[in-house]
């Protein structure tokens, strides 16, 4: 088995930057990709025979790029396959979900670009069918080229919510409305230090000329209190931060909080296993800033492993980079940050759901806490089983350690990694695939 200069995990923007910048200095290069292609969720590509949806300028120009830059570096792909951890030997393992097969790799450094996941906050009905996040609305367009059919709404935080009811707008179904939490229109300061980032404002401006060219209400400073079912449709009840209070019938609702680092069950940033790999990560899986921080941040990646191996200095201007989108995240949160404040987890009813994966209600966590014995995160997780479905806690972790918070305001505070740890292998894969474990050769053998 050959080793590896660098093992790349993800082909969204951080790890194909990472991968060009990496084989530009002469190392052997490798990227494993969970999907049949490359671009990651906001470079999604259309299934075979739809032709891709509009972008916006700036973003097509970045993609097309760095497309063209990663073809010509010439970097194997392992396509469909899904990474899982580092053994006891220091090999990398990968589910090849082609083959069925669990496959070994050794390499010396490894980067993990794997994106960021979609922040949701619970609300009351949160769970029912016609229910998802905006980003997965997203991205069936994208791979689609069709908006999702009927009366859909858009709500919660944050400028995704007007680039997706942009792109359905122009595939010809514009959303009902965008309940927006914050009002961006009344922070003066924010917007004003904004100009300082004109790619972000041209964007902007592009999505919103769309929205108010086809008449879609913004209502901005406005919550989702409950969602009810009502006959075949959703009834949405909805708090004005003038304490009116109305209500809307859709078919479909996609919700969207912001993101949040993809980084469950993965190991501290620059770290080296007992006989592993150096690793480290990229992009939005190392510090959430989205893809305009990506490119630099994957460059940044690529160039520090480079400088590992070769007793390198870094880049100083890759890092400047970063921090300069770091300042934008800063200010788009500042910008976006509900009018209403922070909606506490604690105010919602007993019967909502937390935990979609095992139907944990608020209720059941009140009643694991509700005990003289302060319980742990890992506690609650095995009594509970509240992180312990399929999603392995990456959407509910996060909620259930701030309502544990929220119960029990005295002492130490619960955090995410309390309920999802940080092990090896990051999700379940079938014992089949365990058994059938073999080292593959590498595509430079």
């Known amino acids: 088995m050959i080793e590896l200069d660098v093992l790349i995990i993800g082909g969204g ?4 930057s990472a991968a060009v910048e990496a084989a530009r200095s002469g190392l052997t290069v490798e990227v494993v990709e969970q999907r049949e292609s490359l671009g990651g969720a906001i470079h999604r590509q259309p299934i075979p025979g739809v032709a891709p949806i509009h972008q916006a300028a700036g973003s097509h120009v970045d993609w097309k790029a760095l497309e063209k830059a990663f073809s010509e570096a010439r970097t194997p792909v392992r396509h469909a396959c899904v990474f899982l951890g580092v053994d006891g030997d220091g090999l990398v393992l990968i589910e090849n979900r082609h083959s069925g097969n669990l496959e070994q790799l050794r390499t010396k450094t ?49 400028p995704l919510l007007i680039a997706v009811a942009a792109q359905m707008a122009r595939l010809g179904n514009p959303p009902v409305a965008i309940v ?14 904004m100009l300082g980032h004109p790619e972000i404002l041209r964007e902007a401006a592009g999505y919103l000329s769309d929205i108010y060219r086809r008449r879609i ?41 912001g993101i949040r680092p993809n980084d ?10 007992d006989r592993g790999p150096i690793i480290v990560r990229a992009g939005d899986c190392r510090e959430a800033l989205g893809v305009f921080a990506a490119h630099a941040d994957g460059q940044r990646a690529g160039r520090k492993v480079a400088d590992m191996l070769s007793g390198g200095k870094g880049h100083t201007l890759l890092n400047r980079m970063v921090e300069r989108a770091r300042n934008a995240q800063s200010t788009l949160t500042a910008l976006f940050a509900p009018v209403q404040g922070e909606a506490l987890l604690s105010t919602l009813p007993d019967e909502t759901v ?4 095992e139907g944990k209600t608020v209720g059941d966590l009140r009643q694991l806490c509700d005990r003289a014995d302060r319980l742990t995160g890992r506690e609650v997780k095995h009594n509970g089983r509240f992180a312990m479905g399929a999603c392995q806690g990456r959407f509910c972790a996060a909620n259930t350690a701030q309502l544990m918070a929220e119960i029990k305001p005295d002492g130490l505070v619960p955090s995410t990694d309390d309920l999802t740890g940080r092990r090896w ?12 474990v073999s080292q593959t050769r590498t595509n430079h053998e």
Do not use: Y
């Open 425 to 436: 292998p990051l999700r379940p894969v079938s014992i089949a695939a365990l058994t059938g």
């Open 13 to 16: 923007p951080a790890g194909l």
């Open 110 to 158: 490894l980067v993990l670009a794997t994106g960021a996941i979609e922040k949701v906050r619970p609300r009351a009905g949160w769970q029912m069918a016609g229910v998802s996040t905006a980003g997965g609305l997203q991205v069936m367009m994208k791979e689609t080229g069709r908006a999702p059919k009927g009366r859909v709404l858009i709500a919660g935080t944050g």
């Open 264 to 273: 469950f069950s993965l190991p501290s940033a620059t770290a080296r296993t």
């Open 180 to 193: 927006e939490e914050g009002d961006p229109l009344r922070r003066l300061g924010a917007g004003l230090a």
């Open 354 to 357: 937390l935990c979609r994966c």
């Open 217 to 257: 209400p913004w209502l901005r400073g406005t919550r989702i209190e409950a969602i009810e079912r009502d006959g075949g449709n959703l009834r949405v009840v909805m708090l004005r931060s003038d304490g009116r209070r109305q209500s809307l019938h859709v078919d479909r609702i996609g919700l969207h909080d």
